[in-house]
């Protein structure tokens, strides 16, 4: 493939991939917001419970095939059939594992209505089973402008139907059964969109050959996972339900940006760098053109959430005041999470994903160690600082990782990050006023006046005193969107 194809469907991929995660994370993001007006923060707590076990078998679920998938050079359909039969075969003893054990679980983390809840919930594993392949298949050949389409009915139909059960009084149930639903409308739209051709005859080559390279994958997700959620498993254990549904729902709200910047950039990076990843300078190149473009997204809106969200509480959410802190706190995790996200799609594009393992482990070790004498002292206050921590450390490790695999510079990485930093930095400042406390009668007024004028004094400024705004443009004009 050309350069200039390459360069071509990535940044049409990058369009389609943010385009549709701007509409179906801004439906699950306005879900989030009704929700948090129509359930307590209990409720979010007990299906925090239930999303952190999940999730977790989830992870053994994949195998690592997914990736295993994308990095595959020859018999592609082969492999998508082994891997497809595989991962369904396994998550169907991994559920029934799930359905004897959820009385221990529930018995672990004192909460009775964790059993039927996973029961249920966990139903959604095996129909992920059925829909990774044909989007991992997607992936592979950059076909974004597809692979979008069951991501963006998964999420809307989530938070559609989500506030709906919600608003009808199911109370938690409300998100086990928009989970379900969502998954089932994924997997149907996958189905259709890439079939996989089934061959009952598993070559046992592939399977060894896609598990050897998944291996690494699996150990790295299986970290990267306990390092997401060993805070989770921590505040739930220790502090209570209630806690952790304040936990839960401010890490949803932080992590705006990990979970929408992070999602397009993972997606589209790892297929784009892996058809590169012999070219040094081609490399190089991509994943700082793709560092400065994520910085520019990330950091106005990491200050934009620690700016708005005392006003936004307060005003609309007063039962869920506690979270303020822990958002503005997470806010950080999760604008630094953004930010490195590139990291990783470099160096597995370069087929060492083995090199990001100490970096995990070590990460997961720091926090293991510490949360417990953190919790117990200064509770969720003392996680989040904690979990700041962690996560400096594993960006820093991981941009020296790529440093030496690419040879790119401290210095143009430093004047990347720059202006979109001070920009953002002196907007916080400026308009960091205490509209509840000092201006009640203008309240409303002045969180608008917030609300609009950071984004749009950092888009003027940025058109001001830097060209990122319109290289930006001409990318995409360029590239025939």
């Not at 009775?112 to 050949?141: C, F």
């Not at 089932?184 to 046992?204: G, H, N």
Request: some cysteine.
């Amino acid at each position: 493939m050309s350069k200039q194809n390459l360069k071509n469907q990535v940044v049409k991929g990058s369009f389609w991939v943010f385009g549709a995660n701007l509409i179906s994370r801004g439906v699950s993001f306005l879900s989030t917001l009704i929700l948090a007006r129509l359930l307590t923060p209990e409720a979010f707590g007990v299906i925090g419970y239930g999303f952190l076990i999940a999730n977790a078998i989830g992870l053994i679920r994949e195998m690592g095939f997914d990736s295993a998938l994308i990095y595959q050079k020859s018999e592609i359909e082969k492999a998508a059939s082994a891997s497809l039969i595989f991962i369904f075969l396994w998550s169907l003893c991994l559920y029934l594992m799930v359905f004897i054990f959820a009385p221990v679980a529930a018995t672990f983390f004192r909460e009775a209505r964790l059993v039927g809840l996973l029961r249920v919930l966990t139903i959604s594993m095996v129909l992920n089973s059925l829909s990774s392949i044909p989007m991992s298949l997607m992936s592979k050949d950059i076909d974004f402008k597809r692979r979008v389409i069951p991501e963006v009915f998964n999420l809307t139909v989530y938070g559609i139907v989500t506030a709906i059960f919600a608003f009808l009084g199911f109370d938690y149930w409300a998100f086990v059964i928009g989970v379900l639903s969502a998954d089932l409308v994924q997997l149907i739209t996958a189905m259709i969109l890439r079939p996989v051709r089934i061959q009952l005859i598993v070559e046992i080559p592939i399977l060894r050959e896609l598990f050897r390279f998944g291996k690494n994958i699996l150990g790295l997700n299986v970290l990267n996972f306990g390092i997401r959620n060993i805070d989770d498993f921590f505040v739930g254990r220790m502090l209570g339900t209630v806690p952790l549904g304040i936990y839960n729902f401010a890490y949803r709200i932080a992590n705006i940006p990990a979970t929408n910047i992070t999602n397009v950039i993972g997606k589209v990076l790892y297929p784009g760098f892996v058809k590169i990843a012999d070219d040094k300078q081609r490399l190089r190149e991509a994943f700082l053109k793709s560092l400065e473009y994520v910085t520019f997204l990330t950091i106005p809106v990491t200050l934009y959430i620690i700016l708005i969200i005392p006003d936004v509480v307060h005003l609309f959410f007063p039962k869920w005041i506690e979270a303020i802190v822990p958002i503005q706190l997470i806010a950080y995790f999760g604008g630094v999470r953004s930010i490195g996200s590139g990291t990783g799609s470099v160096v597995m594009a370069k087929g060492k994903p083995g090199l990001l393992l100490p970096i995990s482990l070590t990460q997961l070790v720091f926090l293991a160690v510490l949360l417990y004498p953190v919790t117990r002292i200064w509770g969720l206050t003392g996680v989040c600082i904690l979990v700041n921590v962690s996560i400096t450390i594993s960006f820093i490790w991981s941009f020296l990782l790529v440093k030496n695999l690419t040879d790119i510079s401290l210095k143009s990485v430093l004047k990347i990050l720059a202006s979109p930093f001070l920009i953002s930095t002196a907007l916080l400042i400026a308009l960091s006023v205490d509209i509840v406390e000092n201006l009640s009668n203008w309240k409303y007024y002045l969180i608008v006046l917030k609300g609009i004028g950071f984004p749009g004094l950092f888009l003027i400024f940025s058109i001001l005193f830097t060209d990122i705004p319109k290289r930006m443009i001409q990318d995409l004009r360029n590239r025939n969107l």
